[in-house]
């Protein structure tokens, strides 16, 4: 074993080719420190071998159960006890199936990122408004070894036999949602309004998104607090204080040329895998089984299954699930943008342009109509504890997420096999929840210094944003009667936008961020960046710049169709005459307000360009 210097390893993203390539230039040999980010292992070409990929992708398939089990088992929980007509693993291959697809699609023509799809919990709150449930809340247990959940008894809930109706009710709300976010995606409008979020619109949302899972990671945490704090002290070791032990391959394995002998941060790139399988067998032996029986009492669940529309009924669309849908695309059209943002930040890349982010959002909308076809009562968006298990491991590959929706297509064609991530114990998944959503939640916190924030204007757009988002959800929830229109869908959109704290705090700060006068400098844009990225950026050499700036082309058999597509698709893939892809260049420092007119001029005194690439 050996060890190297504990300074912060650069991430590395996949090349055209699904080839890692360092984004920045080694630095110069020093003859006493080495940083870990131009190690051999970190900075050699060519994609992580098979096995390692294989690892990397059953780790992001535990994180993607951990979310899939929880949003399904909250929804389910929600619901009076009554009678399924299909068994709920079945719900659990629908989900899996389409997140497959979905993640397929999205990295081969899609935003091209390594983002992993999975049911996003910005689908759970309008499902619960829509099923005239509270959120539930936790029940102290003797013993502390069962999840007991208060379940709604008001004159809202719904009955025993309306499961299966109020399921079908919200799937029609997920392809409502998938249909209006494919649309909106088709017509660039995402690609558009992205161009115009700056780091005091985007870190709010991270923030926020990092503080909106605590309440569902405490209630399954509460489950078992000795399980739950024994697996993130061991994700906080493997990945911090064992981050940069380094172990050399088997010395019988021959080396070859795209991946020789040299070491590997195994700690660190399995810190999931790891603490995950210790926690597990811990359990067994102790013979603690804190597992959800809603979930995980199947009998006869088929071993082979192919999942197609109607399996049990259509989805059912009623005006309360139009507004449930148009709710979510809103929040979850939200999340993917800012996921685009955190992870092409995490991967050392370019900003996304407008034509990835719509061609990114059309493909999830087009997930999401698959799950709600299938009977799935959850859609598909960009992962926020995938994207947080990017930077926690310090690695993204498309391989690794090619062979993640390869084995959520297979695990989606096997209801049983798909049960078996029931098995995993309650309180495992809200640790791993609960460590991914803190990395997102400090990526959000770090991305403040890209903009002065000191400055009077940020600070306001900043605490206001945030405050108002974690406030106003949490005020609803306590008077719900505030909301009381008269008109059912009214108030199912009303409480489920006003109940979604990354749409509010994405609104907020774009509204704040857009209508508020202040410098470019001042706000984060172009050359309000700090000196050493800067400088950073302007060594850049240009090979690395145009591979970095390909990440978002489209694939080589689309494309050289690109003159063939029509006109008002042109949004989704750009000619290559078509600027938008490119960064820097001159740009004004001066006060600018961009959804006010006459804050668009400049100050002649105070131009000034950014440095020459």
């Not at 695990?411 to 309180?427: E, N, W, Y």
């Not at 990526?443 to 403040?448: E, H, I, K, P, R």
């Not at 400088?535 to 690395?544: D, N, W």
Request: net charge neutral.
């Amino acid at each position: 074993m050996s060890r190297s210097s504990p300074h912060p390893i650069q991430l590395q993203s996949m090349g055209p080719q699904d080839a890692l390539l360092p984004l920045s230039p080694p630095p110069p040999p020093t003859p006493a420190i080495q940083n870990p980010s131009s190690n051999p292992w970190a900075s050699q070409c060519g994609p992580p071998p098979w096995g390692l990929s294989c690892l990397l992708a059953l780790q992001h398939i535990l994180v993607l159960a951990s979310l899939l089990c929880a949003s399904h088992l909250l929804l389910l929980q929600s619901l009076p006890p009554g009678e399924l007509s299909y068994s709920p693993a079945q719900l659990l291959a629908s989900s899996l199936f389409s997140c497959g697809v979905s993640t397929t699609l999205q990295i081969w023509i899609g935003s091209r990122l390594p983002l992993v799809q999975a049911p996003s919990l910005e689908f759970l709150v309008p499902a619960l408004v829509l099923t005239s449930q509270k959120l539930p809340l936790a029940i102290q247990t003797p013993g502390n070894s069962s999840l007991v959940l208060r379940l709604c008894g008001g004159p809202g809930c719904h009955g025993p036999g309306l499961w299966n109706t109020s399921l079908r009710e919200v799937s029609g709300a997920v392809v409502v949602s998938g249909l209006l976010q494919g649309t909106l995606g088709l017509l660039g409008g995402p690609g558009y309004l992205f161009s115009h979020c700056g780091p005091l619109v985007l870190a709010p949302s991270l923030v926020v998104a990092g503080f909106s899972a605590h309440r569902e990671v405490a209630l399954f945490c509460s489950t078992h607090w000795g399980l739950a704090l024994l697996l993130i002290l061991l994700m906080v070791v493997c990945s911090q204080h064992l981050g940069s032990c380094q172990l050399r391959p088997c010395p019988w394995r021959p080396a070859s040329n795209s991946f020789p002998h040299i070491p590997v941060p195994v700690f660190r790139l399995l810190s999931v895998l790891m603490p995950v399988a210790c926690v597990w067998i811990i359990s067994a032996l102790l013979g603690l089984r804190i597992i959800s029986p809603e979930l995980s009492t199947s009998p006869d669940v088929p071993w082979v299954w192919l999942p197609h529309p109607a399996e049990w009924d259509w989805p059912l669309l009623t005006p309360r699930a139009l507004a449930a849908g148009i709710s979510m695309a809103l929040a979850a059209s939200t999340s993917s943008l800012g996921c685009y943002a955190l992870c092409g930040r995490l991967l050392q890349l370019p900003s996304p342009p407008p034509h990835a982010c719509s061609r990114g959002l059309s493909l999830e909308g087009l997930g999401s109509v698959l799950a709600g076809l299938l009977g799935s009562p959850m859609g598909t968006a960009s992962s926020f504890p995938n994207v947080g298990t990017v930077s926690l491991i310090q690695a993204g590959s498309r391989r690794v997420v090619h062979l993640v929706g390869l084995l959520c297509i297979g695990l989606g064609l096997s209801p049983r096999l798909a049960q078996l991530l029931t098995a995993i114990p309650l309180p495992v998944f809200g640790g791993v929840l609960g460590v991914t959503q803190a990395v997102v939640l400090s990526t959000g916190f770090s991305s403040f210094h890209l903009a002065d924030i000191d400055s009077g204007r940020n600070v306001f757009i900043v605490g206001f944003s945030i405050f108002m988002a974690l406030l106003l959800p949490r005020w609803l929830r306590e008077a719900p009667v505030l909301l009381t229109t008269g008109w059912s869908p009214l108030d199912v959109l009303l409480r489920s936008l006003l109940t979604e704290p990354i749409f509010l705090a994405g609104l907020l700060g774009f509204l704040l961020e857009n209508t508020i006068p202040g410098t470019r400098l001042e706000r984060g844009l172009g050359q309000g960046l700090p000196s050493p990225f800067a400088a950073q950026e302007g060594r850049l050499p240009q090979k690395f710049r145009e591979k970095a700036a390909k990440e978002y082309e489209l694939p080589f058999p689309i494309h050289n169709l690109r003159p063939y597509i029509p006109q008002p698709l042109r949004c989704l893939c750009p000619l290559p005459e078509d600027p938008g892809n490119e960064e820097g260049g001159p740009s004004e420092p001066g006060e600018t307000a961009d959804l006010l007119p006459g804050f668009g001029e400049q100050c002649p005194e105070s131009r000034r360009e950014l440095g020459s690439q």
